[in-house]
T-cell receptor
Framework: DAGVTQTPRHEVAEKGQTIILKCEPVSGHNDLFWYRQTKIQGLELLSYFRSKSLMEDGGAFKDRFKAEMLNSSFSTLKIQPTEPKDSAVYLC??????????FGPGTRLTVL | LAKTTQPPSMEAYEGQEVNVSCSHTNIATSEYIYWYRQVPHQGPQFIIQGYKDYVVNEVASLFISADRKLSTLSLPWVSLRDAAVYYCIVTDRMDSNYQLIWGSGTKLIIKP
């Protein structure tokens, strides 16, 4: 059984660049989540999709962060433009109705 | 804001049984208790969930106090592989859009 896949595992960007992170959820899962994790803030929810519909857009992250779910098996998180404070690990998770969340390994983003 | 309080860190020797406590004094009657753990460079991984009394699976046991304000995750015979951050989360699973609000977790340090 394939778990949640995230690419790339590491990304280095210059300030002001646009980056796109990718996620493939567990096959058949209806819900998909994007989180940001830093040492100081811990895990913060960025976006939440249910059956490809955006349910939660993470409030404070709206202006430069845009998550999309193009089909049930693929999602992207675009950060535009990047800032050094965006340096973090970005985690994608999926779940089936009423089940626990399954996480990917994360993408470590460094913005210079 | 996270609805749970955990000790920030714990230490144990290999082979010991470890009990990680979690306080959730304002837990609602509709809320369940989830435990996840995260090892370095990986996303969080589900361990166990419960509503009341005692739950056991192949990985851990979960004890929940009679008033449900306190839970304890028990890990038998810990090894170096159990070194991780352990997160306790309470959430309303009956809400179809339920989300996880993550606290700071308990960092478990295993000594050889």
């Amino acid at each position: 059984d394939a778990g949640v896949t995230q690419t790339p595992r590491h990304e280095v960007a210059e300030k002001g660049q646009t980056i796109i992170l990718k996620c493939e959820p567990v096959s058949g899962h209806n819900d998909l989540f994007w989180y940001r994790q830093t040492k100081i803030q811990g895990l913060e929810l960025l976006s939440y999709f249910r059956s490809k519909s955006l349910m939660e857009d993470g409030g404070a992250f709206k202006d430069r962060f845009k998550a999309e779910m193009l089909n049930s098996s693929f999602s992207t998180l675009k950060i535009q433009p990047t800032e050094p404070k965006d340096s973090a690990v970005y985690l994608c998770a999926s779940r089936d109705w009423g089940s626990e969340q399954y996480f990917g390994p994360g993408t470590r983003l460094t913005v210079l | 804001l996270a609805k749970t309080t955990q000790p920030p860190s714990m230490e144990a020797y290999e082979g010991q049984e470890v009990n990680v406590s979690c306080s959730h004094t304002n837990i609602a009657t509709s809320e369940y208790i989830y435990w996840y753990r995260q090892v370095p460079h990986q996303g969080p991984q589900f361990i166990i969930q419960g509503y009341k009394d005692y739950v056991v699976n192949e990985v851990a046991s979960l004890f929940i106090s009679a008033d449900r304000k306190l839970s304890t995750l028990s890990l038998p015979w810990v090894s170096l592989r159990d070194a991780a951050v352990y997160y306790c989360i309470v959430t309303d699973r009956m809400d179809s859009n339920y989300q996880l609000i993550w606290g700071s977790g308990t960092k478990l340090i295993i000594k050889p």
